[in-house]
């Protein structure tokens, strides 16, 4: 397909000290983009738990989360409870309108968010974002726009590694893990 008239932003050169919000997508992020639905009438999820201790880490930082997806789901919710989310936004159709409203309560920008997103639903924000990152099973159209490629798919360490590319960018990606490290300790 060609989407010529979607512009993808001009950006020299990608500053990562900036970054103060990292914005996920949930399903094909988070999630392998299985939903399995049950005869019971329930749903299930698979989160990662190497995408968890990213969280956990990062949580040593002063960089905020937030999950924003289109969908409902109370296992989604639970896992945010887990990780100690920042904020969740779920049943959101239009994910720049409520990320904007964030921004301004924390007063910040775009040029202080990060977001990873895998598919149409979050191009809108992929293309404000200072940093866009995308799992590498995303499809090639939706990667076309990303600023970055992680090596591993949604659901399977994806976010991990966005969160440690950050970290390591920001040059503080040792003082988080020791942080985290002596808090177990």
Wanted: overall charge negative.
């Amino acid at each position: 397909m060609n989407f010529t008239h979607i512009q993808k932003p001009f950006k020299p050169t990608l500053n990562w000290t900036k970054i103060k919000l990292m914005v996920f997508d949930c399903d094909g992020v988070l999630t392998d983009g299985r939903i399995i639905y049950h005869s019971s009438g329930d749903e299930s999820k698979n989160f990662d738990a190497h995408d968890g201790m990213g969280f956990n880490i990062l949580k040593h930082t002063d960089i905020k989360t937030a999950i924003i997806t289109g969908r409902n789901s109370s296992l989604l919710e639970r896992r945010c409870q887990d990780l100690k989310i920042d904020f969740l936004f779920q049943g959101v159709l239009n994910k720049v309108d409520k990320i904007n409203h964030l921004l301004q309560e924390l007063g910040l920008t775009f040029e202080n968010l990060l977001m990873m997103g895998d598919d149409w639903n979050d191009l809108p924000l992929i293309l404000k974002a200072a940093i866009s990152v995308c799992p590498a099973n995303t499809c090639e159209d939706v990667k076309a726009f990303c600023d970055i490629t992680t090596k591993h798919n949604g659901g399977r360490g994806a976010v991990r590694e966005c969160i440690e590319l950050l970290l390591t960018n920001q040059g503080s990606y040792e003082q988080a893990l020791l942080s985290y490290l002596n808090s177990i300790s």
